[in-house]
């Protein structure tokens, strides 16, 4: 509360005051506690940040979180969602006002038998994936993170795991958003009139995105770069690809949604289209003498179709050897300056994995490996 006091120039009263009118705002549809307890309880996320918010919003609806967003804009405070909390660089803390977007927004819907689902944004990866599971399909979004990170949470940060690459992230599985912007303006931009809609009651925004789209269409210099960045994996922040990807602005506001990290807009309610489950596995751990040789064998595996490649340095061999199940392989390494690439392929069946793997050997035996060219199976 001191910090934001300095920030405003409020006094307590004035402070006091204007958390009553947050009160107000959420008009019974949600709490908002400044209790220590409760303000101490969510200064901590995943990062390193240690910010104590002024009071914890827990908004129940998208009208509700629209409320919210005029009475912090009267008091002139700033919302800051929060939903598992899972980020690693303080995207999801603030001194000003905390909203808990995990609690409420949990809803899970399979549609078209798996090959879509509506997400609530506080759903977990984890449940949501378990929802589908029964359909053989999954969500596109990976973060190692699943078990405890969100959906909402995934497409603010546009997350990646091992395996959804840029073909299957939030930005390439998304199809449409319910999103409660600024002003309080509730847009669905899966609706048939949503453009109309935006158009109407966003006429600047809804112009501003238009000039930009075609600012960056018109400059080959513009294009080339986005394309270029947007190609990788680790670029960040709003899907700007989205300028050049849709024409409609409504459609492009969704997009630069995803990676936005909750600047933009509050996304209320998620469609994704999702991928399938390949569930048989051929996993196999490469050791080499170094990191130079473990990078050097990429061009070749990375040809062999893998699902996912991940990288392990001398720290990370050293810590994977603690584990009592590793491999003796890897137990009885004596790691100096050695490196592993962790490699896995993966199919719908065990004859199309078979298949993948033996395709597979002839790159893999030209390798200069430590140990074994065995791989482990991984069948359902
Ligand atoms: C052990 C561990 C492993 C991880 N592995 C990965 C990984 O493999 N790949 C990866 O990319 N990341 C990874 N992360 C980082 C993090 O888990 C992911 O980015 C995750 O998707 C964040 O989701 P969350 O629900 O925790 O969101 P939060 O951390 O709560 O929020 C993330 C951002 O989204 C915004 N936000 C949340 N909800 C909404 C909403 N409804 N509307 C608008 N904005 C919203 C927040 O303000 C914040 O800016 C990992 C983190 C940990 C701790």
Request: aromatic share 4%.
């Amino acid at each position: 509360m001191r910090k934001w006091l300095r920030r405003t120039g409020l006094n307590e009263a004035a402070a006091t005051g204007s958390l009553a009118t947050l009160r107000r705002a959420l008009a019974g549809d949600g709490s908002l506690l400044d209790r220590a307890t409760d303000r101490l309880s969510y200064a901590h996320d995943a990062s390193h940040f240690h910010l104590v918010p002024t009071a914890v919003a827990t908004p129940n609806d998208a009208a509700a979180v629209g409320r919210l967003f005029a009475a912090a804009k009267a008091v002139g405070i700033a919302l800051t969602f929060r939903s598992g909390g899972t980020s690693l660089s303080g995207q999801a803390g603030t001194t000003g006002i905390l909203v808990d977007t995990r609690s409420r927004f949990r809803s899970i819907e399979v549609l078209d038998d798996g090959l879509r689902v509506r997400v609530g944004p506080g759903a977990t990866i984890r449940q949501v994936n378990a929802r589908l599971a029964r359909y053989g399909r999954k969500l596109g979004p990976d973060p190692a993170s699943e078990i405890a990170c969100t959906l909402g949470g995934a497409v603010a940060n546009n997350s990646s795991g091992m395996a959804c690459g840029t073909t299957a992230n939030s930005y390439a599985t998304l199809e449409s958003m319910v999103l409660v912007l600024p002003s309080g303006t509730v847009i669905d931009t899966g609706a048939p009139d949503a453009d109309d809609k935006l158009r109407a009651c966003e006429p600047a925004l809804y112009a501003g995105l238009g000039r930009l789209r075609d600012q960056v269409r018109h400059s080959p210099v513009l294009r080339e770069r986005i394309e270029q960045q947007f190609a990788m994996k680790n670029t960040m922040g709003y899907g700007i690809n989205s300028l050049l990807d849709f024409s409609l602005p409504a459609e492009i506001l969704a997009h630069l949604v995803v990676g936005s990290e909750g600047t933009l807009a509050f996304i209320a309610s998620i469609v994704m289209r999702t991928v399938p489950v390949l569930p048989h596995t051929r996993t196999g751990l490469l050791v080499f003498d170094d990191l130079a040789a473990a990078t050097g064998a990429l061009p070749g595996l990375v040809a062999s179709g893998p699902v996912s490649i991940e990288l392990l340095d001398a720290t990370s061999l050293r810590v994977g050897q603690r584990d009592p199940a590793a491999d003796e392989l890897l137990r009885t390494l004596a790691v100096d300056k050695h490196a592993a690439l962790l490699v896995e392929y993966q199919a719908a069946t065990r004859a199309d994995v078979d298949e993948l793997a033996e395709t597979a050997r002839p790159a893999l035996e030209a390798l200069p490996i430590i140990g074994p060219r065995t791989h482990r199976v991984g069948d359902p």
